[in-house]
């Protein structure tokens, strides 16, 4: 079974990068202050918190405070940045990168808490599915966008990807620190170069 520390650091990367994605969805959107904190909360912490409530227990979000603290520190250094003219948002290479990180490690995040509560194979997909993109779709959904994950370039399959390949793991072997690395690289990879191939799952027409 995976030790907790490993879940620990893939939900503090995902929220950092996801807090990083929601800021400039709200720059891009020319979003006020109040919009660009609410964009960049819900992007970080809105997956965690379907996620523990699937899990029936109090979002972590609500009772500890490092999430929020991780939250509004990132958010201050992009807001900074932005304020001094240091960030470039018209370049999307930092937006993507930014959000292929956070989906990647909330995928890991929320598959390893399913494979912990021994969910079956359809019970991790689903928890590793929306951890990774509950925060992205409800960000786009106030905004009045469409979800990234209804359109995007292998955005919700690379979810899906990173929950049979842990799943796989500890049935068949065991999850370590090597494979959640190997996974998470497998995953950034086939992101990045899904999109910037224009790779995507057929379209219903």
């Known amino acids: 079974m ?3 520390d490993l879940f620990g650091v893939a939900d503090t990367i995902g929220i950092i990068f996801f807090a990083i994605s929601g800021a400039l969805v709200a720059i891009k959107n ?8 609410i964009s960049g909360y819900l992007t970080a912490l809105g997956g965690g ?9 109090t979002p972590i ?7 929020a603290l991780i939250v509004f520190l990132t958010l ?9 003219h240091r960030l470039d948002i018209d370049k999307k ?9 956070g989906l990647v490690a909330f995928s890991i995040a929320g598959s390893l808490l399913a494979i912990e509560a021994q969910f079956n194979l359809f019970g991790v997909i689903v928890l590793g599915f929306l951890t990774a993109v509950g925060g992205g779709l409800l960000r786009d959904v106030l905004i009045n966008e469409i979800p990234a994950v209804l359109i995007s370039n292998f955005y919700g399959s690379i ?10 793991l500890d049935t068949f072997y065991h999850i370590d620190g090597v494979g959640l690395a190997a996974t998470a690289l497998f995953a950034l990879a086939l992101r990045l170069l899904a999109y910037y191939r224009n ?4 379209i219903i027409s």
Not at 49 to 57: A, E, F, K, S, Y
Not at 199 to 202: I, M
């Open 93 to 101: 290479g930092f937006f993507v990168a930014s959000d292929t990180i």
């Open 159 to 168: 979810a899906v990807a990173v929950a049979l390949i842990l799943f796989a």
């Open 30 to 37: 020319r979003l006020d202050l109040l919009g660009f904190f």
């Open 2 to 4: 995976p030790h907790i």
């Open 76 to 84: 201050l250094a992009v807001l900074a940045l932005k304020l001094q």
């Open 49 to 57: 918190i379907i996620r523990d409530l699937l899990l029936d227990r």
């Open 199 to 202: 790779w995507r799952l057929p």
């Open 61 to 67: 979000s609500f009772v500890l405070p490092y999430p």
